[in-house]
């Protein structure tokens, strides 16, 4: 069987259902699998399977060690009457392009498609076939605790995965005053025994770092174990059982390209992702490895674009000023992915990814050689959208299309007309959030004055778009909040050892 180990060594091998209940490597880097793409996806066969049945296709060449059976139950429960649309992910037509919705998950966000799943993932992973070697080992990893740094939307769509899942529990920290109101109360409103929410003072980069040297702490990890039979894992993209389920959609687009007829077998799509933490867009280069004729995949990024100045210079540095935008989940500066698309694209060379991941963490920036950002280049393009340009993009979208996008998929918009793109491909955006999730935001670049409450902004947005509130943003209105606790990065450990024994209880 294929077996997974770090960015930075080969040392330790592990299969799919322990590299998925264990998150992240202990040596800090991220799970990989040498076989990508010795298994392809027969992606002529797709045109008129149902996303279920493309997903079964897929995840079995990501993910080995899990049965069919296994599999199946995992889909079937995650895509179903849970998302609005019965094509999960459905492609519609924008002007000369494409847009692919994502966010018809019960949180209105793309994260669904992924964390809808995980959870059935790891329920699937036990203690005795995560590593146990004795008796001690399977009572030591009774209980699965999720740690989640969320720039705005991962947290939502991980608490609604995981809540009252048995044997789990999940922790979000979100940076208090820096995600969207609607993305608060949804988060601070959740129900359920066993999760808890926090907003940390600091940004989604503070916290999210403070969260990878929580599952470095070795010293925590044993007193976890020891007292309650907790390990801890991550909901976040650097698992790669969330990264997984995200290669699909770009099968499932391409399916419905070839299906309507726009497209031959075989000819190549261009995608343009809003991107952050470089996950979503990592899976579109899994799916072109697993065989999908992808032409470039597109790096959109908010004013934050270290990745765009990454992609190119060749200089990766976070020494920058920090901006608080109107896409809050693409407020991003250490962007984690990436270290996997820098293993795979220096052919697996764990030394240098340890080295650079070291003055990453030492001097806040690494240079990556020519010759691998020549390769890089090849598949990635890159452009971003400063605030105005955001705005510009949502309005000029809506008076071209009449098709409303949030500031997230307006970064993608804006792109399209700044990037050349393969020739004569079509160009498909993926749309990664409703514009419900932003309605002030959206409501202002459509040059309506916006009024005090999100709620009546989402009802004059739908009354000038005709497009449907979704039931679970309407819902939020005049919810009290469970979670009000605000606490200091240094903290955090301290929060997690609370909430480990009170999930415990
Ligand atoms: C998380 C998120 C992104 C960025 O995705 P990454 O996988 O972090 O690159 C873009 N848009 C929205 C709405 C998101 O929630």
Not at 164 to 185: C, K, N
Not at 277 to 290: M, Q, V
Not at 362 to 381: L, N, Q, W
Not at 383 to 410: F, K, L, M, S
Request: charged fraction near 20%; proline fraction near 4%; hydrophobic fraction near 40%.
């Amino acid at each position: 069987m294929e077996l997974f180990h770090s960015t930075r060594s080969t040392n330790i091998q592990v299969t799919a259902k322990q590299a998925i209940r264990q998150g992240i490597a202990d040596d800090g880097g991220l799970f990989v699998n040498d076989s990508l793409g010795k298994t392809l996806v027969d992606v002529e066969s797709l045109p008129g399977k149902s996303y279920q049945e493309i997903a079964l296709e897929v995840l079995s060449a990501l993910l080995p060690d899990f049965t069919e059976d296994e599999l199946q139950s995992c889909i079937q429960g995650a895509y179903g009457s849970n998302f609005k649309d019965e094509d999960i992910t459905p492609l519609k037509s924008l002007g000369m392009n494409y847009v692919l919705e994502l966010f018809h998950g019960p949180t209105s966000a793309f994260k669904d498609v992924a964390l809808q799943i995980l959870p059935r993932f790891m329920a699937h992973t036990t203690a005795d076939n995560a590593q146990a070697e004795s008796q001690e080992d399977l009572d030591a990893n009774k209980r699965v605790l999720i740690l989640t740094a969320t720039s705005g939307d991962t947290g939502k769509a991980a608490l609604e995965g995981f809540a009252d899942v048995d044997s789990t529990g999940i922790v979000v920290f979100y940076p208090a005053g820096q995600v969207s109101e609607v993305q608060r109360l949804q988060m601070v409103t959740q129900s359920g025994s066993n999760v808890g929410v926090v907003a940390v003072r600091g940004n989604f980069d503070d916290a999210q770092s403070s969260v990878k040297r929580i599952f470095g702490d070795a010293d925590l990890a044993s007193e976890l174990a020891a007292s309650s039979g907790t390990r801890l894992s991550s909901a976040n993209s650097i698992n790669v059982g969330r990264l997984v389920p995200q290669v699909v959609y770009y099968f499932a687009a391409y399916a419905q390209l070839l299906f309507t007829q726009e497209i031959n077998f075989g000819d190549e799509v261009d995608f343009i992702v809003p991107t952050g933490n470089f996950g979503d867009i990592l899976a579109g280069y899994y799916a072109k490895r697993l065989g999908l004729p992808v032409g470039k995949l597109v790096v959109a990024s908010d004013k934050n674009n270290v990745l765009y100045d990454f992609l190119t210079t060749g200089v990766y540095d976070r020494n920058r000023e920090f901006f608080t935008t109107i896409s809050p989940s693409m407020d991003i500066l250490i962007s984690s992915n990436l270290e996997r698309m820098l293993y795979y694209f220096s052919d697996g060379d764990t030394e240098l990814i340890s080295r650079l991941m070291n003055d990453l963490a030492t001097t806040g920036r690494y240079e990556v050689p020519g010759e691998i950002m020549e390769k890089i280049r090849s598949v990635f393009d890159c452009g971003w959208a400063d605030e105005d340009q955001v705005r510009t993009a949502i309005a000029e979208c809506w008076n071209d299309n009449h098709y409303v996008i949030d500031p997230h998929t307006a970064c993608a918009y804006h792109v399209l007309s700044t990037t050349e793109g393969t020739p004569t491909a079509p160009r498909v955006i993926l749309s990664t959030a409703s514009p419900y999730k932003f309605p002030r935001a959206v409501l202002e670049a459509l040059g309506q004055t916006a009024p005090s409450s999100d709620f009546e902004c989402m009802e004059d947005l739908h009354a000038l778009s005709g497009m449907d509130i979704p039931e679970n943003l309407r819902s939020l209105e005049g919810q009290s909040a469970r979670f009000t606790d605000e606490i200091d990065v240094a903290d955090m450990p301290d929060y997690v050892r609370t909430m480990a024994a009170r999930f415990a209880e």
